[in-house]
């Protein structure tokens, strides 16, 4: 029998092989390429083109540069307007409470707090987008937020009057009850704010700060160990649908080692900010005085119990857990 003949028959018996899927995603992201998630998204980028053997090829786009900012990622991937988006949790608070979590003040001080606190509630976090089309596939934390300014400030006085940008509720409520005069606005839009003096000074990490190299603004970083947000990656399960069962396990991998990628990266990534905020002429006070700190923590808890009432028990029970560890 010749070659064609084989062809041909193998063909009509429904024998022939299907080629492999292919897809190209777009992966918005409101930060610096050289951000911590910039570079966790990337990372995940390149290892999901690697496992699928050049089958998924994604491009990542930073900096808001397709016109889409956090708050905007969540129904802009659930109607898959995007396919992908690493977002800034903390703005989607106002879509569910539940996103609050990894951003209540002075909540998880260290970076086993942060991971144990982000394990107890990444079920609650994936449901919420399940339910809107969606899947999470990996969540990163970024360093804990500090305050960015012309002065150091170590004591409520030093807050007093200061427009401070805030990013979401619960730091608006907390510098509010500090003293200061909160302005809650989006990442994307802090460089402008600042070169117009809309704004004094920024509460936000010392890596993201570093990313669009706040000291042509700012003279001073102050530590005050807020809150280590975190960041997600998420697919339109459209999208995800459409993957064949290697695709989605291969996608699955690249998620997990992107994970593991990014939480790595915080483990030195202050110091190294720290470092690079001194070379370009800035002052850092790392430490701030316990008086202070007592102070930041009693002006955060009325928001922490008040969110905790609201949300309900799915809070309640993460918080008790977290307390039990």
């Known amino acids: ?47 999901v083109t690697a496992k699928t053997g050049g089958e998924i090829e994604i491009t990542v786009h930073h900096g808001a540069a397709l016109g889409y900012k956090s708050v905007d990622h969540f129904d802009a991937v659930g109607d898959g307007a995007l396919q992908a988006a690493s977002s800034a949790l903390v703005f989607w608070t106002g879509i569910d409470p539940i996103f609050q979590l990894s951003s209540l003040p002075f909540l998880a001080p260290t970076s086993k707090d942060v991971r144990d606190l982000y394990e107890l509630s990444r079920p609650e976090y994936a449901k919420v987008l399940e339910d809107n089309n969606q899947v999470l596939l990996l969540a990163t934390p970024w360093p804990s937020s500090g305050l960015w ?26 510098m509010k009850n500090a003293g200061a005069f909160p302005i809650q606005i989006s990442w994307a839009d802090v460089p402008a704010q600042l070169s117009t003096n809309a704004i004094d000074a920024v509460l936000t990490s010392p890596n993201g700060g570093v990313g669009v190299q706040m000291w042509e603004e700012q003279s001073n970083f102050t530590n005050v160990n807020y809150a ?15 993957l064949s069962e290697e695709q989605q396990a291969a996608v699955k991998e690249a998620a997990a ?18 470092d690079t905020m001194r070379e370009n002429g800035m002052a850092v006070t790392e430490e701030i005085p316990t008086e202070f700190s007592a102070a930041l923590t009693a002006a955060a808890q009325p928001f922490i119990d008040q969110w905790v009432e609201n949300t309900g028990e799915r809070a309640q029970s993460i918080m008790d857990a977290y307390k039990k560890r």
């Open 149 to 174: 300014g012309n002065k150091a400030f170590t004591a409520t006085a030093d807050l007093e009057g200061v427009k401070v940008r805030t990013y979401d509720v619960a730091s608006t409520e907390t």
């Open 228 to 242: 280590s947000s975190l960041q997600a990656i998420h697919l339109n399960r459209d999208a995800w649908n459409d």
């Open 257 to 274: 080692e992107a994970e593991t990628f990014g939480w790595n990266l915080l483990s030195d990534a202050t110091a190294k900010d720290f």
């Open 1 to 47: 029998m010749t070659i064609k003949l084989l062809l041909a028959t193998a063909a009509g018996l429904g024998l022939a092989v299907a080629p492999a899927l292919s897809a190209t995603w777009d992966l918005s992201s409101e930060y610096p390429a050289g951000s911590l998630q910039g570079r966790t998204a990337e990372f995940f980028a390149d290892a």
